[in-house]
C-alpha cells in the first residue's frame, strides 16, 4: 500500500500494524506548509450556533471552569483568563475544507471515523492532563502546543472538576508541535496539551461507543423485531398456600418463551449500520428552498452527477444500505453504484446511468431532505 506523508513516509499497513490501539507516533510536517481551514472569527462563529457542539474551558489556579455553547460572543482577551480554549466538534460538518481534512484518514473504516474538532487556545490554555477513550490525531494548525504524554495506569481523577483531569499525571516525553505537526495517541494514553501563545489544534477523533451503550441500543432495536405469539396462560394452576412467592411452573413458562428469542449476523448488521449512521442530536439538514422535480432532478443529476451533504453518514454491507440512520435492502445492481455513493462520497453523471427507478426514488427523496445535491 502507498506511503503516506500524513503517517510520516510509512503506509497504513505498517501504521494499523505497529502503532494503532498500540503506541504514539510523532509525525513532523505531516502535511508541510499546512495552514489554518478556519480564521479565529469563522470559528467563533460556528461556536454562536445552536447546531454546533461546543465549549469553553479555562483555568484560573487550580480553579476549571466549563461553559457549553452557544456563545453569543467569545470572552474578552483583557478578561484576565489568559488559559483558555474554545473547542468546536463537528467542524468537518459545516466546511467542506475540514471535510477534506478528515477525508485524509479514510484509510480507517468511515464506521470508525468520527469527527474533526478544532480547539483555539490562548496563551497556557489547554484542558488539564487526560486520557480519551479513542484513537486521535492531534494535528497542529497554528501557533505551537506543547505535548506531555505517558502510558500510565494510574487513571484516577481530580474530584470536583466540571471535567476528566487526571489526578496524578506522570507524563514520559514531550513535545512541541509546529503547524503541519501531528501527534497520533491510542485509546486510555495519559496527555495534555497547552498553548505557547496563541495556537489552533486540529482533532480527529474516532467512534469507539461502549458495548453497553451497544447492546442497551441492540435490545430497543431488537424490540421492533421481537414476534413471541400467544399469551401467559396456566391452565393446571393447583392452590398456593405462599401467594405471594412467583412459582416455578411461571418461572418455566416464561423463560421458555423468552428463550425462544433469536438474532441473526444479519440483525446485528442491519442493528449497527443504522446506529453508526444515525446523526447526531444537532445536525440539521438544509433542503432546497425549491426542490426540482422527480423527473427534473433524474435529468439534472445525469448531467451533473450527485454529492453527499457533508453532514450525511452513508454505510453498507452485504445488501443492505444505510444513511443517515435509515435501511434498506437493494439488488447487486443497484448496490454496486450505491456503494460506490458510499465509498467515494459523490458519483459523476455516468455513473448513474441506468439506474432502478427505486434508487432514482430514493436519491430524490434524499435530495429534498438535503441528504445529498447536485455536483
Not at 73 to 92: C, E, H, I, K, W
Not at 169 to 180: I, K, N, Q
Not at 346 to 365: Q, R
Request: charge should be negative; hydrophobic fraction near 45%.
Amino acid at each position: 500500500m502507498k506511503k503516506l506523508t500524513l503517517l510520516g513516509g510509512i503506509s497504513p499497513d505498517v501504521f494499523l500494524r505497529d502503532y494503532w490501539h498500540k503506541k504514539p507516533l510523532l509525525v513532523r510536517q505531516a502535511i508541510p506548509d499546512f495552514a489554518p481551514l478556519l480564521a479565529p472569527a469563522a470559528l467563533f462563529d460556528l461556536a454562536s450556533r445552536d447546531d454546533v457542539e461546543s465549549r469553553i474551558v479555562s483555568r484560573s489556579g487550580k480553579r476549571w471552569d466549563m461553559q457549553r455553547g452557544p456563545f453569543a460572543a467569545m470572552p474578552a482577551a483583557t478578561d484576565g483568563q489568559s488559559d483558555r480554549t474554545l473547542l468546536v466538534q463537528g467542524v468537518n460538518l459545516h466546511d467542506a475544507s475540514a471535510d477534506a481534512l478528515l477525508r485524509q484518514f479514510r484509510f480507517i473504516p468511515d464506521a470508525r471515523l468520527d469527527d474533526l474538532m478544532i480547539s483555539h487556545a490562548t496563551d497556557g490554555g489547554g484542558v488539564g492532563p487526560h486520557v480519551d477513550s479513542y484513537d486521535v490525531f492531534l494535528l497542529q494548525a497554528h501557533g505551537q502546543r506543547r505535548w506531555r504524554i505517558g502510558a500510565q495506569r494510574d487513571l484516577s481523577l481530580v474530584d470536583g472538576l466540571p471535567l476528566k483531569v487526571l489526578r496524578n499525571f506522570t507524563p514520559d516525553e514531550e513535545y512541541v508541535l509546529a503547524p503541519g505537526d501531528m501527534l497520533y495517541l491510542p485509546p486510555q494514553y495519559a496527555h495534555e496539551g497547552v498553548a505557547i501563545g496563541e495556537c489552533m489544534t486540529y482533532s480527529i477523533g474516532f467512534r469507539a461507543p461502549a458495548y453497553q451503550e451497544l447492546g442497551e441500543a441492540f435490545l430497543q432495536f431488537m424490540s421492533d423485531t421481537i414476534d413471541l405469539p400467544g399469551r401467559y396462560a396456566d391452565p393446571d394452576l393447583k392452590p398456593t398456600t405462599h401467594p405471594a412467592q412467583i412459582d416455578a411452573a411461571m418461572l418455566e413458562n416464561v423463560g421458555e418463551q423468552l428463550r425462544k428469542i433469536r438474532f441473526t449476523d444479519d440483525d446485528i448488521a442491519i442493528f449497527l449500520g443504522e446506529y453508526l449512521s444515525e446523526p447526531k442530536a444537532t445536525v440539521m439538514f438544509d433542503p432546497p428552498a425549491r426542490p426540482l422535480t422527480a423527473a427534473r432532478f433524474t435529468l439534472s443529476a445525469a448531467k451533473r452527477g450527485v454529492i453527499l451533504s457533508l453532514k450525511t453518514q452513508m454505510l453498507y454491507r452485504g445488501r443492505h444500505v444505510f444513511i443517515n440512520g435509515e435501511s434498506f435492502g437493494v439488488e447487486k445492481a443497484d448496490r454496486a453504484v450505491l456503494a460506490a455513493l458510499a465509498d467515494r462520497r459523490s458519483l459523476e453523471p455516468a455513473a448513474l446511468a441506468g439506474l432502478s427507478d427505486d434508487v432514482a426514488e430514493a436519491l430524490h427523496l434524499w435530495y429534498c431532505d438535503g441528504w445529498l445535491m447536485l455536483s
